[in-house]
Nanobody
């Protein structure tokens, strides 16, 4: 069974940092597009970043550009999301997802993790 597992969520003050990780079970992330998505209470799921593990192409949503960094560790087969300068608006459930093709559109991703909560609050 193919599964994705996120880790690294938590509570942080505005301006702080968190690092999320995404690992796969039953398959390898290498060769897939891996995206990070978030859903805030009462809002639709938003694509915030993705990486094409084959060639390293990276996309960011404008809302996180310059603050978040996505990376693929081929040795450990994990995709990480380093989040700096966090704001209260970054609060939400963060999920990673994998697809053979996709950008920041969640509808293009068939494989999902359960998500990890990120709360930015003073």
């Amino acid at each position: 069974q193919w599964k994705l597992v996120e880790s690294g969520g938590g509570v942080v003050q505005p301006g702080g940092s968190l690092r999320l990780s995404c690992a796969a079970s039953g398959f390898t992330l290498g060769g897939f597009v891996v995206g990070w998505f978030r859903q805030a209470p009462g809002k639709e799921r938003e694509g915030i970043s993705c990486i094409m593990t084959n060639d390293g192409t990276i996309l960011y949503a404008n809302s996180v550009k310059g603050r978040f960094t996505i990376s693929f560790d081929s040795a450990n087969d994990t995709v990480s999301l380093q989040m700096n300068s966090l704001k209260p608006d970054d609060t939400g459930v963060y999920s990673c997802a994998a697809a053979t093709y996709g950008f920041l559109d969640p509808d293009l991703y068939p494989y999902w993790g359960h998500g990890t909560q990120v709360t930015v609050s003073s």
